[in-house]
Nanobody, 115 residues
Framework: QEQLVESGGGLVQPGGSLRLSCAASGFLFMTLTMRWVRQAPGKGVEWVADINSSGGSTRYADSVKGRFTISRDNAKNMLYLQMNSLKPEDTAVYYC????????RGQGTQVTVSS
C-alpha cells in the first residue's frame, strides 16, 4: 500500500525556518520524481518544488526560489523541504506526492507563518 506521510509543520514567525519531511512507503521511491505542493486557505493547490529520482535536478516555483530547498534521501525513502526566510504568504498545508500523481494523497502538514 502506497503511503506518504508529511511532518514538520508548525507555527513560525516571519523570517523563520522549518524543515518538512515526507516518509514514503509502498512504492519504488528512488525511481520517481517527487514533488511538494501547498494549499493556502481558500485557494487552489500551488506547485512548490520538484526533485528528480537521483536528487541531482530540482525546480522551484518563483515564489519560493532562493528560500526553499527540496532534497531527498533514497536510502531512507525520505523527501524534505527546507524552508527559510518564511513569509506570511507561505502559510498553507504542505503535501508531498509523486510527480506523476494528479493530486496529493496524504494528510499534509500545516505551516503557519505569523507574528
Amino acid at each position: 500500500q502506497e503511503q506518504l506521510v508529511e511532518s514538520g509543520g508548525g507555527l513560525v514567525q516571519p523570517g523563520g525556518s522549518l524543515r518538512l519531511s515526507c516518509a514514503a512507503s509502498g512504492f519504488l521511491f528512488m525511481t520517481l520524481t517527487m514533488r511538494w505542493v501547498r494549499q493556502a486557505p481558500g485557494k487552489g493547490v500551488e506547485w512548490v518544488a520538484d526533485i528528480n529520482s537521483s536528487g541531482g535536478s530540482t525546480r522551484y516555483a518563483d515564489s519560493v526560489k532562493g528560500r526553499f530547498t527540496i532534497s531527498r534521501d533514497n536510502a531512507k525513502n525520505m523527501l524534505y523541504l527546507q524552508m527559510n526566510s518564511l513569509k506570511p504568504e507561505d502559510t498553507a498545508v504542505y503535501y508531498c506526492l509523486k510527480a506523476i500523481d494528479a493530486r496529493p494523497r496524504g494528510q499534509g502538514t500545516q505551516v503557519t507563518v505569523s507574528s
